[in-house]
């Protein structure tokens, strides 16, 4: 099975592009875990579309998406809620209309988020609910939250209670995918 874990944040040392990478590293027995980051995605203008098209970074991205059998979303929390850079990036990849179905309904989605902070992006990934249904997910209902994500990831790795709930984040997204 493979799997493609998408950070939110553009930021070089992202606590939620490490989250993707340490997904990666803990991928269950079966399972590959790609990584990828919004990087070169445009602010969604219409004019841009019409003149130019889709950018080649979108296109990118939603073709890694299609050729996966589950998604990540990896969610930071800006002012309690998802990041402008992450909606404006599955804005893009519902253009044209027609891809928003082929690129994400039904596609078996997870949520996830590392902040410094104590809640672990739930106010994010809750208000990111309202976009994912429009888009006809198959939403995995266990959302992984990693609060004080400094001590919780480390440089080394994840600490040990991070890393089992990990682990069982991961077992249970992989037989929520299995059963598609």
């Known amino acids: 099975m493979k799997w493609i874990a998408v950070s939110g944040s553009l930021r070089r ?3 939620n592009t490490r989250l993707t990478r340490t997904l990666a590293a803990r991928a269950p027995e079966g399972v590959t875990v790609a990584c990828a980051t919004l990087h ?3 602010l969604y203008d219409g004019d841009l579309e019409e003149r130019d098209g889709v950018p080649e ?3 990118a991205l939603r073709q890694r998406i299609c050729d996966a059998d589950g998604l990540i979303l990896a969610t930071p929390e800006y002012n309690g809620g998802m990041p402008g850079v992450f909606k404006n ?3 893009w990849l519902t ?3 027609e891809v928003m179905g082929p690129t ?6 997870a949520l ?3 902040t410094p902070g104590g809640l672990g992006t739930t106010l994010a990934q809750a208000g990111s609910l309202v976009t994912l249904r429009q888009l006809k997910v198959a939403l995995f209902p266990d959302h992984l939250r990693i609060s004080q994500a400094g001590d919780a990831l480390g440089e080394a790795g994840p600490e040990d209670r991070t890393a089992r709930q990990i682990d069982r984040w991961l077992r249970g997204f992989a037989e929520f995918a299995e059963r598609g």
């Open 57 to 59: 970074a979108v296109e």
């Open 13 to 15: 040392d992202s606590f």
């Open 112 to 114: 996830c988020g590392a």
């Open 89 to 91: 990036a599955l804005d």
């Open 104 to 109: 994400f309904a039904n596609r078996p989605t």
């Open 40 to 42: 070169g995605i445009p």
């Open 95 to 97: 253009r044209p209309p």
